[in-house]
């Protein structure tokens, strides 16, 4: 019987091996770490004494193939999908607050406008209508109007938020993408989405106890070092003390990140993008009825995630920040979470993380590298973030691409 070997257990291996034993496909995993989950993980903070994740991640209700996975695994009642498309901001350099959200429909739009935050104007649906057309080599800020509030108090968080880059190096094609995918499809899409038990825990050991059993446990620190490639196939993987002879009806789907990707593949692709921030602060008691999600503007802060007493914030496109000064970063990072949220003291416990190389590069070259499904070898399939094009470095990314590696697999096999 055939056997299909996944490489890598982040959200793209793991979505691609949960589809393949629902085919009763044979499947091996091999992981380079100690762990799933790739780039999303959670963790029991010592220094906090609270579960917390890597990085605070938002998902929207459109994201179907990330509502697909948690309904498989069973954890899609940890999701916490929010009752209005819509999001909150506060300009700290004035106080100013305000909601960007998208309409439930006609009715509700005569009744509370576009949504757009005040000065924005109408003219930001020009900026949108030339970001949906915009060709390949354009980049947001090449679509979009220079200044004015609708860049400040539009774009510029947005970009951020979804690409990891600001306007002038991201690709306008990919905020398109994910605008066609939410915005374009009305507020079902557009509920933001908070995993308040955290992302392990909703999309990670859930998957991995699903496997389990299905009878499929990832080989852990198992670093596949290189591809022995035959004939237009993949002959053998290549580990450190192994070489793994793959059957003639054995298949590869390859779910790294794309340079390591490129480098096993010996084949150019998109680059490591940019750092992001994350701090977490404990607090003296649970926030309930605060926020569960703001977006800062005019400082360091950009999203501040609400999860009972842990306050958890974000900075990305974080590669500016001087990390020689921790303390100092933290401090700027809780006096504006706590203008923000309107708290006062110190909190209680504090922590502060980099997440580097947080996604892919979003710029237009780097994009052009992306791998492509129609590799010369007939027996690799390609998945991770960045192999589901046109969506940029995102969970649903992820999971989209295991689940066409693996339908193409198992219509090869079957
Ligand atoms: C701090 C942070 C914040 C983010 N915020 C958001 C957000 O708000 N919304 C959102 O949708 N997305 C967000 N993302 C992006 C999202 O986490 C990723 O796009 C997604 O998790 C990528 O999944 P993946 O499976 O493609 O890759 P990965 O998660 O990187 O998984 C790849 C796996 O392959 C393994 N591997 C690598 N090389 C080898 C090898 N040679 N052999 C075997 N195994 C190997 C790795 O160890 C890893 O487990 C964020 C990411 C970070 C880090």
Redesign the pocket.
């Known amino acids: 019987m055939a056997r299909i070997h996944v490489?890598?257990?982040?959200?793209?291996?793991?979505?691609a091996a949960l589809r393949l034993v629902s085919a009763g496909v044979d499947v091996t995993i091999?992981?380079?770490?100690g762990?799933?989950?790739?780039?999303?993980w959670s963790f029991h903070d010592r220094r906090l004494d609270r579960r917390i994740d890597?990085?605070?991640?938002?998902?929207l209700s459109g994201?179907s193939a990330?509502m697909d996975h948690c309904r498989h695994i069973g954890s899609h009642d940890r999701l916490q999908i929010a009752r209005d498309a819509a999001l909150p901001f506060v300009d700290l350099s004035n106080g100013a607050r305000w909601r960007i959200r998208v309409p439930e429909g006609p009715r509700d739009m005569m009744r509370g406008g576009l949504g757009l935050p005040a000065g924005v104007g109408i003219s930001a649906l020009f900026d949108a209508a030339r970001l949906m057309t915009a060709g390949p080599h354009r980049t947001v800020a090449d679509a979009i109007r220079p200044a004015g509030t609708a860049r400040t108090h539009l774009w510029d968080p947005l970009t951020l938020?979804?690409l990891?880059a600001p306007p002038e190096d991201a690709a306008a094609r990919s905020l398109a993408a994910v605008l066609r995918r939410t915005v374009l499809r009305g507020a079902a899409a557009c509920r933001p989405v908070t995993m308040p038990d955290g992302l392990g825990p909703t999309l990670v050991d859930p998957a991995i106890a699903t496997l389990a059993e299905a009878g499929c446990v990832p080989q852990y620190r198992?670093?596949?070092?290189g591809l022995k490639k035959q004939d237009e196939r993949v002959a053998a993987l290549q580990f450190d003390d192994a070489e793994v002879v793959l059957a003639p009806t054995d298949r590869v789907i390859l779910?790294?990140?794309a340079p390591?990707a490129g480098r096993?593949l010996d084949l150019p692709a998109p680059a490591p993008g940019q750092a992001?921030l994350?701090a977490h602060f404990r607090v003296t008691e649970p926030l309930e009825d605060s926020y569960a999600l703001l977006g800062v503007l005019s400082g360091l802060v950009q999203w501040i995630f609400v999860r009972g007493d842990v306050v958890s914030v974000?900075v990305?496109a974080a590669d500016h920040v001087d990390m020689r000064d921790p303390e100092a970063i933290l401090a700027t990072l809780w006096s504006e979470t706590a203008a923000a949220l309107g708290l006062s003291g110190r909190p209680l416990a504090q922590r502060l993380?980099r997440?580097a190389?947080?996604?892919?590069s979003p710029s237009p070259a780097d994009l052009a590298h992306r791998l492509k499904h129609d590799l010369p070898w007939k027996n690799l399939h390609i998945?991770?973030?960045?192999?589901a094009a046109p969506l940029p470095?995102?969970?649903?990314?992820?999971i989209a691409?295991?689940h066409t590696a693996a339908e193409n697999a198992v219509a090869v096999i079957a």
């Open positions: 490489i890598g257990a982040g959200l793209a291996g793991l979505a091999w992981e380079a770490t762990r799933a989950g790739g780039r999303c890597n990085g605070n991640h938002l998902v994201n990330v938020a979804i990891n198992s670093p596949l070092r779910a790294v990140p390591a096993l992001i994350n974000t990305s993380l997440e190389a947080a996604t892919f998945a991770g973030d960045h192999a470095s995102t969970i649903e990314a992820a691409s295991g």
